[in-house]
């Protein structure tokens, strides 16, 4: 009888019940090589590859960019990374960040750059 037939992932090496992945004709039991998991995790890998600002600018970039801390134009370069705004960059620039990150004598605690971001 054909009882829960099981499939060894070519990624991450588990033995899964076939329906833990995706379909594809193409192969021979009908069931792609990787599991959904795994295909998940490359497929986000891959979209964000290609999405990297770095290796492929999606639109032309802007020559400066607007540090909204002391409202002075920077070059985008100077603004740290972060991948969750629209032009993947912070909105303050490196050197606000650093004044940022450095503990204030003052009132002793650090500020909050989570809101800046
Ligand atoms: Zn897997
Ligand atoms: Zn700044």
């Known amino acids: 009888m054909i009882g ?13 019940p ?8 193409g192969t021979r039991d009908g ?6 998991e795994c ?9 964000r590859d290609k999405n990297d600002p770095k290796k492929e ?9 607007m540090c909204i801390r002391r409202k002075r134009k920077r070059r985008p370069e ?6 969750r705004n629209p032009d993947g960059r912070t909105r303050i620039c490196r050197a606000c960040f650093a004044d940022i990150m ?3 004598r003052s009132t002793g605690k650090q500020h909050r750059t ?3 971001a």
């Open 18 to 25: 076939l329906t833990a992945f995706y379909r594809n004709a």
């Open 39 to 47: 295909k998940q995790v490359y497929n986000a890998t891959y979209y």
């Open 57 to 65: 600018p999606a639109s032309p970039r802007p020559r400066w960019k």
């Open 31 to 36: 069931r792609a090589g990787k599991c959904k």
């Open 4 to 16: 829960r037939q099981f499939k060894c992932c070519s990624q991450c090496q588990q033995s899964k």
């Open 114 to 116: 989570k809101d800046l």
């Open 78 to 83: 100077q603004f740290p990374l972060h991948i």
């Open 102 to 104: 450095k503990p204030t």
